[in-house]
């Protein structure tokens, strides 16, 4: 038998080893191989979602998606990965243990970095993982008690990326509802956003027009080129010495791979990030693949993948197809993935949806909202309780000419 660990249950490990048991099927080799995922808990976090209002459908327990496939999984904390005895070592609530591995899939993903500012971990929220989220929600639940205080329904959204847009513009009713419930009026709700760059720096001049209309239209306010010097539970300092009276404060900004990259003896990138070869083998190993945010690849000549689902879903797919070719000595496929869309939420103003790496306007506003959903409740889980259907989109070739047509077939389900 031979054994394949994945390390992280995220989209690019579920997919990973999806994948893997494809393949294994299509070589006629299911009864020789054993998968196991390993991961920090028991469900397929769709991080994506995890800014939205309801979180009560934001994960998915492996029950339903990997045990239907004949996929192993194991809760606990991978610590370490011993490259010459090819085991991982991995710690559980009760007990620590070795797994051995024939072929390893690192896909333990990436997460927000804290930098050592006064206050920022004592005191500011996140959406970076569900219990972050979840601690958010509960926070502003608990708003009520707290309403004669000053900035009660003032947030600081810090980071006006991709990740810090959605918080913000999501905020803005989540408060809103708050407010409401609160017995307070909801014009009272101010949502900041600080940028130590400037709005949205990674998009274009075009759909940083739409953002920045976006935001004007819904009162959201701006601090740009200023840094957060400090935050406390009832604000936060600017670099400029300004102060921003606010009960809550989000952080956004910045990602990093899993420090377990560095396990590995080889250059990373500034996120963190291992170089692998077009096959998605980790540079300078032979039984080691990597997938999603934790590798650093170009998804055609010139683009490197960005730390995305839209990325890590296909790379999790073409390394299980890979690494179960390579065991049985057949042939491999190099990733490959030319297109490339995004859908930035913009709360109740609607969403941006663009196309390509120059990120042209496809649509906004309502239209583009409607895609958004679609992307959020259709396209990211995986069918559930479906060995035949999960095993159908396990397939690297059909997403990716399903990828290729992701736009057009977004602008019918607008219509
Ligand atoms: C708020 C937010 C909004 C986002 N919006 C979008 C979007 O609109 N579109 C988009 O494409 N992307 C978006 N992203 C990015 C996207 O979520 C990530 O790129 C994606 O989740 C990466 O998938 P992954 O499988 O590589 O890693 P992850 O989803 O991070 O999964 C990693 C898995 O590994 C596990 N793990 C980590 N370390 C260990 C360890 N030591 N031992 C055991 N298990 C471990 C974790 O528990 C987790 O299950 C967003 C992210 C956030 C936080």
Same mark, same amino acid.
């Given at each position: 038998?031979?054994k394949?660990v994945v390390?992280g249950g995220?989209?690019?490990g !579920?997919w990973?080893a999806?994948g893997a048991i494809?393949?294994a099927?299509?070589?006629g080799k299911e009864n020789?191989v054993?998968?196991t995922?390993?991961?920090r808990?028991s !469900?397929l976090?769709i ?6 209002? %309801?979180l ?7 029950e ?7 996929v192993?999984s194991v809760e606990?904390?991978?610590e370490?990965?011993d490259?010459?005895?090819?085991t991982?070592?991995?710690s ?7 797994l ?5 899939v690192?896909a333990?993903?990436s997460?927000l970095?804290?930098?050592?500012i006064?206050?920022?971990k004592?005191?500011?929220f ?5 219990q972050e989220?979840?601690k958010? $929600?509960q ?11 000053e900035?009660c329904?003032t947030?600081?959204v810090v980071?006006?990326g991709?990740?810090g847009?959605e918080?913000?513009?999501?905020m803005?009713?989540?408060?809103? $509802?708050?407010a409401?419930?609160?017995g307070?009026d909801?014009?009272a709700?101010?949502i900041?956003?600080v940028? $130590? ?7 274009s001049?075009?759909?940083r027009?739409?953002i #920045?209309?976006a935001?004007s239209d ?10 957060v010097k400090?935050i ?8 400029n010495?300004e102060k921003?009276p ?9 990602? #990093?791979?899993s420090?377990?990259t560095s396990l590995f003896?080889?250059e990373r990138?500034n ?13 300078g190993?032979?039984?080691v693949?990597a ?8 998804t055609?000549?010139t683009n490197?993948?960005m730390?995305?689902c839209?990325?890590a879903q ?7 197809y890979?690494?179960v070719?390579d065991? !049985?000595e057949?042939d491999?496929?190099p990733?490959k993935?030319?297109s490339?869309?995004?859908c ?13 790496? %120059?990120?042209?306007?496809?649509t906004?506003?309502q239209?583009a ?5 679609n992307?959020?409740t ?5 069918p559930?309780d479906?060995?035949e259907?999960?095993?159908k ?5 059909y997403i990716?000419t399903?990828? %290729?047509?992701l ?5 019918? %389900?607008?219509?």
């Open positions: 038998m031979k394949i390390i995220g989209f690019a !579920f990973g999806a494809r393949r099927i299509e070589l020789e054993e998968v995922v390993v991961s808990d !469900f976090n991080r994506p979602r995890f800014y939205e209002s %309801d009560s459908k934001v994960r998915i327990p492996f339903r998606i990997l045990k239907p496939i004949g192993k606990g904390n991978v370490g990965i490259l010459d005895n090819k991982v070592n991995i559980s609530s009760s007990d620590t243990f070795k051995t591995y024939d072929k390893l690192l333990a993903g997460s970095q804290i930098p050592n006064p206050g920022l004592e005191h500011a996140s959406v970076d993982t569900f989220a979840s958010l $929600h926070h502003l639940d608990n708003l009520v008690s707290k309403r004669s205080s900035g329904y947030a600081v980071g006006a991709f990740t847009l918080v913000a513009t999501e803005a009713s989540m408060l809103k $509802h708050v409401e419930k609160n307070d909801p014009s709700v101010r900041l956003l940028d $130590h760059s400037d709005i949205a720096p990674e998009f001049e075009e759909s027009a739409v #920045k209309e935001l819904m009162g959201i306010e701006s601090f740009t080129k200023v840094s400090s406390s539970d009832n604000g936060v300092v600017l670099s010495g921003l606010a009960l809550t404060t989000i952080w956004t900004a910045g990602v #990093k791979a420090p377990l003896p080889v990138d996120f963190g990030r291992l170089p692998v070869d077009e096959f998605l083998r980790v540079i190993t032979d039984d693949y997938a999603g945010d934790c590798v650093r690849v170009l055609d000549e490197v993948a730390m995305s839209q990325h296909p790379q999790g797919r073409f390394v299980g890979n690494l070719s065991l !049985f057949k491999t496929l990733y993935q030319p490339y869309v995004t930035l939420d913009l709360g109740d103003w609607g969403a941006l949806l663009t196309e390509g790496w %120059d990120r042209k306007v496809l906004k506003g239209d909202k409607e895609v958004k959903i992307v959020n259709k396209f990211l889980a995986p559930l479906d060995k259907e999960i095993l989109e396990a397939e690297p070739r990716a399903l990828d %290729d047509h736009p057009y077939r977004f602008r019918e %389900d607008t219509k």
